[in-house]
C-alpha cells in the first residue's frame, strides 16, 4: 500500500497484491528502493535520509525514483515514521502482522513502479553509493546485479561477531552445493533488478523468511537470466534481527527451494534404482542374519568379519589397520585386506548395535543403489538431457553382469559411488575455472576412495587416461586447452591425498604381515568368449555351466555382456563415430576388453595364441596384484555412457518408425542383462557350544579357539562362530590375505603349517594318515604356536575321519559338547581317552 501525504495511517491493503498492481495506470520510474523492515525505527530514520540525499542530488542523471517500506508487522512505530515524512515519493506497504523477510519483500516488490528495482537492508550496510557499481553491471545485459561480499574486490569494514561470519560463509558453501551454484554471496542486503523481471520472480516465491534471496535468485537463473556478482562495501551495523533460530529456519527454507526445484524423474530414478537393489538382494535383504548368498562362496563370511573386527577396534580404541584376532598371533594387516575403512568405520555405531550382518546387507544393497545413482547424475550433467536416456545408462553403468557378479560379495567393487564423484571434479579441472578449490576436492575424494577400495581406483583412473588419451587424439584442440589445468590440478589433489593417506598406505605395503604380491588364480583373465557370452545370473539368458567354464568362480564373471549388447555398441559406434565423444568411449571399452584378456590372447577355437596386451602392465607397481579379468569392468560405465548418448538421440528423432525400431533394439540387447535376484538360502546354526558362551570356560585370556579343520579360504564358518560370539576369543588359520616365508609373498589364508595341512587334507579326502610320535610333536609344537585353549570339531563331511586323527594326535577322543566335539587342551584337565568306533 502507499501513502500519498494522507495525515493519518494509510488504509489497509490486499496483503498480497497481485504483480504490477500498483502499476497500472500510474507513472513508469526509472528506480523503485525497497526496504524491508520490521521494528526498525531507529535504524530506518538515517537510512531514509541517506536514500533521499543520493537520489535527489542528481535527479536529472539518475532519473524519477520511489522507496517502498515494506512493514512487517513492526510495533514499534516503523510505520509511523514513514507516514510522517510526507514525501510523495516515499511509500508504505504493511502486513497484518510479522511472516518474515520474505513476505515484506514479496508486499513491497508488488507495488513497485519502478523499471529497475534496488532491494536493500534497512540498516543500508552497503553504502547506497554503490548503487553505481551494480546499475553498470545490470547495464551490460544482465537481469540482475547482486552486491557481494565473498568476491574480489568486496572491502569488509566493520566485521560481523567471528560466530555469525562462519554461519554465514558455511550458508554460502551450502547454497552454493544445492542451489546456486557459482553464486557466492546470497544474503547481502543489496541487489539491483530488472524491474518487470524483480516482480515476477518474487511474485513466484513462496517462502517467507531470509531464504526469499535464494529463491528469487534461483527463479532467475532457472529461467535462463544472467545474475552478475558485484564486489562491493559493506560494515556490520548493530541491531540485527537475525536470531539464532533463524539460521535453522533458513536452512529449513533452502532445502524447501531445493526440493521444489528438483524434476520429478530426478527422484524417481534413484528410488527405483533403490528398488532394483532390493529387489536384487531380496533374499538376504530382509533378513540378513538368518541368510547367506551361497555363490559368494566365503567372502560373505570374510566380510562380515571385517565390519565386525573394525568396529570391535573402533569401540575399543585399537589400531583399525591390524588385529590379532584372526591369524593369531601373528594378526592380519587389515589396510592389506579390503576392509572398506571409509564405511566400516563411520559404521562403526551400527555394527555394534545391529550386527555386522546388517551393516553388510545395508552397505551392498544401498551402495549399489548409490552408484547407479551418481552415475545417472553424472549422464544428466554432462552427457544426456533426456532422463530416461540417462536412468537406462547408469543402470547398465550399475547393474552390469560383472557388477551382479561382484555383488554377491565384494562391497568394494559395488558401492562406487565416489568414481563418478571423481570424474566430475576432473572434468571441472579441464575446464580451468577454479583449479586450486577442484584439485583439493579431488584430491579428498580420491583419499576417501583409497579408504573404500584402492584397486577400484586404479581401474578407474586406467579408464580415464584410456577416454583422455583417445579424445586427445580426437579433439587436439581441447587436450591443448584442458591438459595444464588438469594437470595442475591433479598435481594439487596429490599433493592434498598423499598426507591424509600416506601412513596407512606405508602400513599396507611395509607394515606388520604386509606382503609382496600374491599369486591369483591361473584362470584370472577373460577369453574372448567370455565377453560375448551371458552371465549366470541373467534372469532370461543366463547359462551357469557356460558362465562357470569361462571364469573361474561365480563372483569373478568379470565380463559377459552378452553379443547383443556388444553388437549394440559396435551399431553405436559407427552411426555415431563422427562424433568425438561416442569415438572415444567405444576406444576406451575396447581397450578395457582388450586388456582384460590377459598376458596371452588365445583366439577361440583355434589354437593360436599370442602377446596379450596385460603384458605390458602385469609386472608394474600397483597392477602386479590386480586380477586382469576385473579390467573390463572398465567397459560398463563405457557401455552406459555409449547408451545414454544413442537413446538420447533416438528419443529426438522424428519418424517414429526410426525412433521405434532403435528402441526396440536397445530393448532387446539389454533384456537379456537383466540379473535375477541372487541366491539366498539359510545360514548354518552356529553351534550351542559358542553361541551359549559354552567356549568361555575353555579359552583363557591369551589363548585361541582352534577350529578342526583351521579355517582358511576354502571353509570360513569359524569366522561366523567368531561374530557372534562378540570376536571373544582368536582364532589361529582365517581367510585373508597375508605373507608366506621371508620373501613375504602373498597367500590366501593363514602361512600354513604341518597340522592346518594335515587336518585340510583329512577334510577333503576322508582319509585317515598313520601318525607317529613325531607327527605328535609337530602337533604339539603348533598347538603351542598358536597357544591353542581347546580344539572344537563341529558335525562336517569327514568329521568321523578328523575326530580320529586329532585323537591319535593329542590322545582321547574328545568330548561331546554343546553340538561339537571339545579337547580341552589344559593340563590335567584333558578328557580321558575312550574307544572311537569308526564307520
Same mark, same amino acid.
Given at each position: ?164 561470519? =562462519? ?100 527422484? =524417481? ?19 540378513? #542374519? ?28 585399537? !589400531? ?133 577400495? #584402492? ?9 580415464? =587416461? ?86 573361474? !568362480?561365480?563372483?569373478?564373471? !568379470? ?204 577334510? !577333503? ?17 603348533? =598347538? ?56
Amino acid at each position: 500500500m502507499s501513502h500519498e501525504r494522507e495525515p493519518t495511517a494509510p488504509p489497509a491493503r490486499p496483503e498480497t497484491p497481485e504483480p504490477g498492481e500498483a502499476s497500472r495506470g500510474t507513472e513508469v520510474l526509472d528506480l523503485s528502493v525497497v526496504i524491508p523492515a520490521y521494528n526498525e525505527r531507529h535504524r530506518l530514520a538515517p537510512t531514509l535520509d541517506a536514500l533521499t540525499d543520493y537520489l535527489a542530488a542528481d535527479e536529472p542523471r539518475r532519473g524519477s525514483w520511489e522507496i517502498v517500506v515494506a512493514d512487517d508487522g513492526s510495533t514499534d512505530g516503523t510505520g509511523e515514521l514513514v507516514t510522517a515524512r510526507e514525501d510523495d515519493r516515499l511509500r508504505l506497504v504493511t502486513g497484518d502482522r510479522n511472516r518474515g523477510k520474505g513476505h515484506a519483500l514479496r508486499l513491497g516488490v508488488a507495488v513497485t513502479r519502478g523499471r529497475r528495482v534496488l532491494v536493500t537492508d534497512a540498516d543500508l550496510a552497503t553504502p547506497i553509493e554503490e548503487l553505481e557499481h551494480l546499475d553498470k553491471a545490470l547495464g551490460e545485459g544482465g537481469c540482475a546485479a547482486i552486491g557481494s561480499r565473498a568476491v574480489p574486490g568486496a572491502t569488509i569494514g566493520a566485521r560481523q561477531h567471528r560466530l555469525r561470519e =562462519l554461519l554465514g560463509r558455511a550458508g554460502n558453501v551450502l547454497v552454493r552445493r544445492t542451489a546456486l551454484p557459482g553464486v557466492h554471496d546470497t544474503q547481502c542486503g543489496f541487489k539491483l533488478f530488472d524491474g518487470d523481471r524483480a516482480r515476477e520472480a518474487y511474485a513466484a516465491s513462496r517462502v517467507n523468511g531470509w531464504g526469499i534471496d535464494v529463491e528469487v535468485l534461483r527463479h532467475l537463473r532457472r529461467a535462463g537470466l544472467s545474475v552478475a556478482e558485484v564486489p562491493v562495501r559493506w560494515s556490520h551495523r548493530p541491531g540485527s534481527k537475525i536470531a539464532p533460530l533463524d539460521y535453522a529456519r533458513t536452512l529449513t527454507e533452502i532445502a524447501r527451494i531445493a526440493a521444489r526445484s528438483l524434476r520429478p524423474a530426478d527422484v =524417481l530414478a534413484p528410488f527405483l534404482f533403490l528398488l532394483m537393489s532390493v529387489a536384487l538382494y531380496s533374499g538376504r535383504f530382509f533378513a540378513p #542374519e538368518q541368510r547367506y548368498l551361497p555363490d559368494s562362496l566365503r567372502d560373505q563370511n570374510q566380510w562380515e568379519w571385517f565390519f565386525a573386527v573394525t568396529a570391535d577396534n573402533v569401540a575399543h580404541l585399537r !589400531n583399525p589397520l591390524f588385529t590379532d584376532l584372526q591369524g593369531f598371533p601373528d594378526g592380519v594387516n587389515l589396510m592389506a585386506n579390503t576392509v572398506m575403512l571409509g564405511l566400516s568405520v563411520p559404521l562403526a555405531p551400527l555394527t555394534l548395535a545391529a550386527g555386522p550382518a546388517v551393516t553388510l546387507s545395508l552397505v551392498m544393497t544401498l551402495g549399489l543403489a548409490a552408484t547407479a545413482a551418481t552415475w545417472y547424475w553424472l549422464f544428466v550433467k554432462y552427457l544426456v538431457r533426456s532422463r530416461i536416456a540417462a536412468f537406462l545408462g547408469a543402470s547398465l553403468a550399475a547393474f552390469a553382469p560383472p557388477m551382479i557378479s561382484h555383488a554377491h560379495a565384494h562391497p568394494n567393487f559395488v558401492v562406487l559411488f565416489m568414481i563418478p564423484l571423481i570424474i566430475d571434479r576432473a572434468l571441472r579441472l579441464c575446464a580451468g575455472t577454479r583449479v586450486v578449490r577442484d584439485g583439493v576436492v579431488l584430491g579428498l575424494m580420491a583419499a576417501y576412495q583409497v579408504f573404500l577400495g #584402492e584397486e577400484p581406483l586404479l581401474l578407474a583412473a586406467l579408464g580415464m =587416461l584410456l577416454f583422455a588419451a583417445a579424445y586427445a587424439v580426437l579433439r587436439p584442440d581441447a587436450a591443448r586447452d584442458a591438459w595444464r589445468p588438469l594437470l595442475r590440478g591433479v598435481l594439487i589433489g596429490a599433493a592434498v591425498c598423499l598426507p591424509l593417506v600416506v601412513h596407512p598406505l606405508v602400513w599396507q605395503f611395509a607394515g606388520p604381515r604386509s606382503y609382496t604380491d600374491i599369486e591369483h588364480n591361473p584362470r584370472s583373465f577373460n577369453s574372448p568368449l567370455a565377453l560375448l557370452s551371458f552371465a549366470e545370473r541373467s534372469w532370461l539368458a543366463g547359462d551357469a555351466g557356460t558362465a562357470k567354464a569361462l571364469a573361474f !568362480n561365480t563372483t569373478e564373471q !568379470n565380463a559377459f555382456y552378452g553379443w547383443p549388447l556388444v553388437l549394440l555398441a559396435l551399431v553405436i559406434t559407427v552411426r555415431l563415430w563422427k562424433r568425438p565423444l561416442v569415438a572415444a568411449l567405444a576406444c576406451t571399452a575396447v581397450a578395457g576388453a582388450f586388456l582384460s584378456l590377459g598376458r596371452e590372447f588365445r583366439i577361440p577355437l583355434t589354437g593360436v595364441v599370442l602377446p596379450g596386451p596385460w603384458e605390458l602392465l602385469a609386472d608394474k607397481p600397483l597392477f602386479e596384484a590386480v586380477i586382469e579379468s576385473r579390467v573390463a569392468m572398465i567397459c560398463a560405465p563405457a557401455l552406459g555412457m555409449l547408451l545414454a548418448v544413442a537413446v538420447d538421440g533416438l528419443l529426438a528423432v522424428r519418424p517414429p518408425v526410426t525412433r521405434y525400431a532403435g528402441l526396440l533394439g536397445v530393448a532387446l540387447a539389454l533384456l537379456p542383462l537383466i540379473p535375477a535376484p541372487l541366491r539366498a538360502v539359510d545360514r548354518a546354526e552356529v553351534p550351542a557350544f559358542i553361541a551359549d558362551g559354552t567356549w568361555t570356560s575353555y579359552v583363557r585370556e591369551g589363548e585361541s579357539l582352534v577350529p578342526v579343520p583351521l579355517p582358511d579360504p576354502s571353509d570360513a564358518e569359524a569366522l561366523h562362530w567368531q561374530t557372534e560370539a562378540g570376536l571373544g576369543f582368536r582364532l589361529p588359520g582365517g581367510y585373508f590375505n597375508g605373507p608366506y616365508g621371508d620373501e613375504r609373498a602373498g597367500i590366501y589364508g593363514a602361512e600354513p603349517r604341518f597340522t592346518s595341512n594335515l587336518l585340510r587334507d583329512v577334510r !577333503n579326502t576322508g582319509e585317515i594318515p598313520p601318525v607317529n610320535d613325531s607327527w605328535r610333536e609337530q602337533t604339539r609344537v603348533d =598347538l603351542a604356536y598358536w597357544r591353542a585353549g581347546v580344539l572344537v570339531l563341529a558335525p562336517q563331511p569327514n568329521d568321523w575321519a578328523l575326530r580320529a586323527t586329532v585323537a591319535k594326535l593329542v590322545g582321547g577322543s574328545g568330548k561331546w559338547v554343546g553340538g561339537v566335539w571339545v579337547w580341552d587342551l589344559h593340563e590335567g584337565t584333558r578328557p580321558r581317552a575312550t574307544p572311537i568306533t569308526l564307520p
